[in-house]
């Protein structure tokens, strides 16, 4: 038995044909599949992040109408009964913080502000002074004058 090894070889690469089409037809399929089922990374957009402020309001908004400052005679300033600062500041730092505090409260809310001071028959002229520019420093410009007790 004897084979013919030169015909043999001849033969197969006869028949060794590869149908690309079919295989051109599936890479087609695959990248469509692959485009439709993908998801693309979104971007980071911008928020719109507010950082809180202050709120004007629409409406008036019923606040009290003035604070009232007391000076005592020996010199201590109540603002709606607490104590500020001490007798021998003239500044009056921790009133004027809290007067300014006020002043934005009655802006948002549409009031205008307004202090009352009402200063003891003893107290000295300087303290009372000493209050006004604190009112000035708030830029608090209605300010009034009551009867201290």
Known sequence: MKIDLMNLVAAS????EIQMSSMIDIVFLLLIYFIV??????SEADLGIQLPGTV??????KMPDEQII??????TVLLNG???DSTASRDMPELVA???RFRQASEATKNPPMVSIQADEQVAHQRVIDVMNACAAANIKNVTFGMGE
């Open 13 to 16: 690469k006869d028949e060794e």
């Open 37 to 42: 089922t993908t998801s693309l990374a979104k």
């Open 56 to 61: 004007v309001q629409t409406t008036t908004l």
């Open 70 to 75: 007391e000076v005592a005679a020996d010199g």
């Open 82 to 84: 607490a104590s500020f």
């Open 98 to 100: 809290t007067l300014v």
